[in-house]
């Protein structure tokens, strides 16, 4: 049997970019268009870095899911800033493990699943805006909680958590809705940090410092 598989279908593009992001750029490549046309070199070439960057900040690129059922996957790509276990928590009842994620503007921001399982609820939150590496930054800021039920009956919560720059959760999926491993689910615009909370039995797997990505790398096993 295969050790890992693709949760997507593979795009069909060289450089695949998340939809969210096509906005952004076609509004950069008119100005920078404009630009051109009107002759303003230095306005142009400052434009196309833009529109380049853009298209940088929001690649999508297919990632390889691992098989293993028991197996926590990154929601996001980025650093570890905290891993290990939390007494109590406004997104989990009783003791849990908690991984928080930061992601800077330079990682590929596109949000993938844990873990397989069914939507329980998808809970809004319309906070405040400081920096997502701070502690208070999970209670206080703008954020986006999604609540999953395993087949087995093991509840795991992700929390999209919007920064100091970030101002824009995107989250496409519903309560009640079935999803896999590493599924593409949302997207937050422009950095922020992701919040992962898993069953205190889970075995943690990442460590305060370590880098992953998104649907491939292991915070955990659930037992």
């Known amino acids: 049997m295969d050790k890992f598989s693709c949760s997507n279908l593979p795009s069909h593009t060289a450089f695949p970019v998340a939809s969210a ?18 002759e303003l070199t230095a306005p142009a070439l400052i434009g196309l870095a833009i529109t380049f960057f853009i298209c940088y900040f929001f690649r999508d690129p297919e990632r390889v899911i691992p098989n293993d059922n028991r197996a926590v996957v990154a929601p996001a790509d980025g650093k570890v800033i905290l891993a290990g276990p939390v007494d109590n928590s406004p997104f989990f009842k009783g003791a849990c493990i908690k991984i928080s994620i930061f992601m800077s503007i330079f990682n590929v921001h596109v949000n993938r699943i844990p873990h397989e399982g069914r939507v329980k609820t998808v809970s809004y939150y319309p906070g405040k ?40 959760i995107i989250c496409k999926i519903q309560e009640g809705e079935v999803v896999a491993r590493g599924q593409r689910f949302g997207l937050i615009c422009f950095g922020s940090r992701l919040d992962v909370y898993l069953p205190p039995d889970a075995n943690l797997n990442v460590a305060v410092g370590n880098r992953v990505k998104a649907g491939t790398s292991v915070l955990g096993v659930l037992p």
């Open 21 to 38: 992001g096509y906005p952004f750029i076609f509004a950069s490549a008119f100005t920078t268009a404009v630009f051109a046309i009107l």
């Open 129 to 168: 805006f400081f920096s997502a590496n701070l502690d208070k930054a999970s209670r206080l800021n703008e954020h986006n909680a999604v609540f999953l039920e395993t087949k087995e009956g093991k509840n795991i919560c992700i929390v999209q958590i919007a920064g100091l720059i970030a101002r824009r």
